[in-house]
């Protein structure tokens, strides 16, 4: 059964970094592309980075420059680098490989908060 496990989640204060990781099973891992995606509260989930196979990444313009998404495919887990963390980037961050019907993880909440 495919399941997507996220952690390092917490709050920071404005300025602040976080990495978050994802612990992927259940399916090859190394053959897709795969996302974090967030939600705020009361808000539909926004797209914050993707990343290819190997390695290829793409990043909203809200977070170009600050976050960066990788990924280690021996392990099966995704990453993001959070930096210079602003307000508007509290949410629930979650992985997910975005095709259709894919199951949700519970997700980690980030609080940037002063």
């Known amino acids: 059964q495919v399941q997507l496990v996220e952690s390092g989640g917490g709050l920071v204060q404005p300025g602040g970094s976080l990495r978050l990781s994802c612990a992927a099973s259940g399916f090859t891992f190394n053959s897709y592309w795969m996302y974090w995606v967030r939600q705020a509260p009361g808000t539909q989930r926004d797209l914050v980075a993707r990343i290819s196979s190997s390695g290829i990444t793409e990043y909203a313009d809200s977070v170009k420059g600050r976050f960066t998404i990788s990924r280690d495919n021996r392990s099966n887990r995704l990453y993001l680098q959070m930096n210079s963390l602003k307000l508007d980037d509290t949410a629930v961050y979650y992985c997910?490989?975005?095709?259709?019907?894919?199951?949700w993880g519970q997700g980690t909440q980030v609080i940037v908060s002063s």
């Open positions: 997910n490989k975005l095709s259709q019907f894919w199951p």
